[in-house]
Nanobody, 123 residues
Framework: QVQLVESGGGLVQAGGSLRLSCAASGLTFSSHAMAWFRQAPGKEREFVAAISWNGGGTYYEDSVKGRFTISRDNAKNTVYLQMNSLKPEDTGVYYC????????????????WGQGTQVTVSS
């Protein structure tokens, strides 16, 4: 059974930083591209960042470029999202997702999802 478990969320002031982690089990992690999505209250889940199976390729949503960094450690079956210079509009539930396809921004192309971790940025 595939499990993706996010951690690291919390409450932070604007301008602060958080590092999210997503631990994967039940799948061949190094064969899967990974991504982070987020969902604010009353809004659709949106793409944040994606990384290829070997970490050689990354892709970011425009509003997080230069502030967020996605990375992975295949030895630990874990993907990370380092979030700096956080803004109130970054508030939401952050989900990690896995796909055997190439890394991409389309949520419909991801096969497995975690339960999410809440990030709240206060102004």
């Amino acid at each position: 059974q595939v499990q993706l478990v996010e951690s690291g969320g919390g409450l932070v002031q604007a301008g602060g930083s958080l590092r999210l982690s997503c631990a994967a089990s039940g799948l061949t992690f190094s064969s899967h591209a990974m991504a982070w999505f987020r969902q604010a209250p009353g809004k659709e889940r949106e793409f944040v960042a994606a990384i290829s199976w070997n970490g050689g390729g990354t892709y970011y949503e425009d509003s997080v470029k230069g502030r967020f960094t996605i990375s992975r450690d295949n030895a630990k079956n874990t993907v990370y999202l380092q979030m700096n210079s956080l803004k109130p509009e970054d508030t939401g539930v952050y989900y990690c997702a896995a796909t055997k396809r190439n890394y991409n921004y389309r949520k419909g192309r991801y096969d497995y999802w975690g339960q999410g971790t809440q990030v709240t940025v206060s102004s």
